[in-house]
């Protein structure tokens, strides 16, 4: 199982839970009702569900690909640490991850 850490964008923690390897951090973020649209529905085509991952976590994560890299370009509030969450399989490798919901335009309002 994969701890993940959600955290507020004023950086407090919003909540915790466990995950199974394999779980996309999009789809257990809408379970958990975090403020991510994810409107393009894993086509790629727009960066609704970006999320700013830990430095301490970071490394540990695939690196991104370059159409992703691009769609970040147009995100609001892109950290050196962003990464969009429909990217982003929990693995074993990870063993723990905690993202903050940087908030802005492209967020669901909370």
């Known amino acids: 199982m994969i701890k993940v850490r959600f955290l ?3 950086g407090t923690l919003d909540h915790e839970i466990e995950a ?3 779980t996309n951090l999009l789809d257990l973020a809408q379970r958990e009702g975090q403020p991510l649209e994810g409107a393009c529905e894993g086509q790629m085509a ?14 540990r994560l695939p690196p991104a690909s370059e159409e992703e890299d ?3 370009d ?3 509030q892109v ?3 962003s990464r969009l969450a429909c990217q982003i399989n929990l693995s ?3 063993g723990t991850i905690t993202v903050q919901m940087p908030g802005g335009a492209y967020n ?3």
Do not use: Y
């Open 8 to 10: 507020k964008a004023d």
């Open 20 to 22: 199974p390897s394999g």
């Open 46 to 59: 727009c960066s609704t569900c970006h999320v700013v991952v830990a430095k301490e976590d970071f490394d």
């Open 70 to 72: 691009d769609l970040l």
């Open 74 to 76: 147009l995100a609001w």
């Open 79 to 81: 950290r050196p640490t």
């Open 92 to 94: 074993d490798d990870v």
């Open 108 to 110: 669901l309002d909370r």
